[in-house]
Nanobody, 114 residues
Framework: QVRLVESGGGLIQPGGSLRLSCVAS????????MNWYRQAPGKERELVAT????????HYGDSVKGRFIISRDNAKKTLYLQMNSLKAEDTAVYYC???????WGQGTQVTVSL
C-alpha cells in the first residue's frame, strides 16, 4: 500500500524556519520524482517544489524561490522541505505528492503568525 506521511508543521513567527518531512512506503521511493504542494484557505492547491528521483534537479514555484529547499534521502525514503524566511502568506496545509503513483499525504499545517 502506497503511503506518504508528512510531519514538521506548526506555528512559527515571520522570518523563522521550519523543516517538513515526508516518509514514503509501499513503492520504490528512489525511482520517482516527488513534489511538495500547499493549499491555503480559499485558494487552489499550489505546486511549491519538485525534485527528480536522484535529487540532482529541483524546481521551485516563484513565491518560494530562494527561500525554500527541497531535498530527499532515498536510503531513508524521506522527502524534505526546508522553509526559511517564512512569511504570513506561506500559511497553508503542505502536502507531499508522488505524482507517478497518484499518491498524496494527509498534509501538515504551517501557520506563520506573530
Amino acid at each position: 500500500q502506497v503511503r506518504l506521511v508528512e510531519s514538521g508543521g506548526g506555528l512559527i513567527q515571520p522570518g523563522g524556519s521550519l523543516r517538513l518531512s515526508c516518509v514514503a512506503s509501499g513503492f520504490i521511493f528512489g525511482a520517482t520524482a516527488m513534489n511538495w504542494y500547499r493549499q491555503a484557505p480559499g485558494k487552489e492547491r499550489e505546486l511549491v517544489a519538485t525534485i527528480t528521483s536522484d535529487g540532482a534537479n529541483t524546481h521551485y514555484g516563484d513565491s518560494v524561490k530562494g527561500r525554500f529547499i527541497i531535498s530527499r534521502d532515498n536510503a531513508k525514503k524521506t522527502l524534505y522541505l526546508q522553509m526559511n524566511s517564512l512569511k504570513a502568506e506561506d500559511t497553508a496545509v503542505y502536502y507531499c505528492n508522488a505524482p507517478y503513483m497518484g499518491a498524496w499525504g494527509q498534509g501538515t499545517q504551517v501557520t506563520v503568525s506573530l
